[in-house]
């Protein structure tokens, strides 16, 4: 139920995306047959989110394995490789990407196809599969009535399905928990726009778009009650890097009351660092921000993602239940 958007799928034996570069005006699939086209469409954003990343490059290793046995099988392993570190290369903040692609590498043999592609599909599966249960767990923790703030895209579109923070808000739909959906726009990319309003629609939940500008002033006129968010990284500390913007949403939450929620899969979390200063956030070329103007001569500061201290953070929530910012530590390092 309200889950019918794929971002990314394997059919007859083919990697498909569905170009969000194009969306909401076009719906174009894209083919994809090497790991090297794979590693460039999430650097060019045909795919993106941070478990949706991670599952496409999952799903590339499978191509690369695909092309090694058949074209150089004595060199396989050293070719998958190789392809696997160009694959990584491609978004650094999302560390769902290094996660999936460490699950796929502990399942590279000699001759590994049919494993490496249940692998991928199970890493799929299991992230719709939690995207369900933290739906259920995040709408549990929202009161009747109540009026919520997204920003970016943490749908369907940005996982496997049904999304981190629009499953939550799908879920508590469904229950009649929520009375009014605000999605910022999300400058300069419009992933609010383009991708989350989009999506809600397909599922006839109602939302209105807001100039990411805007929210303070909405917060002021208590017109939220929680603001839903998704993840790219979530430190061993708390901290929780997420698409730019996300931390002056938290620090405006916190100065008028209004509860912060981070909506994200235990594959989000990385222990190995101990905080969101260490965390390497993506800059994304100039001309996203220039040529919307048509302006030369200028220069522009384009970081794609920003960190969200702990302590700004009312809940985490994820597969495995919803817990406080300071206790991820409670979670094993990997
Ligand atoms: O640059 P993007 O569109 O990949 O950024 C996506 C986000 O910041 C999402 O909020 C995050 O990846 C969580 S998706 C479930």
Redesign the pocket.
Known sequence: MNDKLRAVYWELDQLHLLDQRLLPNKHQIMVLKTATQVAQAIKD?VV????A?GITAAYGVVLAAKAAYKNDPNNSVAIIQSDIETLAKARPT?VNLVWALQRMQAKITSNSIAILLEEAQAIQQEDIDANHQMGDLGAAVLPENCRVLT????GAL??GGY???LGVIRSAYAAGKISQVYADETRP?L?GTRLTAWELLQDNIPVTLLADSAAANLMKQQRIDWII????RITANGDVA??IGTYSLAVLARQHNIKFMVV?PTSTIDMNLTSGDQIIIEQRPSEEILTKNNLKGAKAWNP??DVTPANLVDVIVTEKGVIKPNAISSFRKN
């Open positions: 954003m993106r989110g941070a478990p990343i999302a920003h970016c895209n943490a940005a996982t999304g981190t923070a990319w992933q968010v998704g993840a790219d997420n698409k994200a794609s993602f």
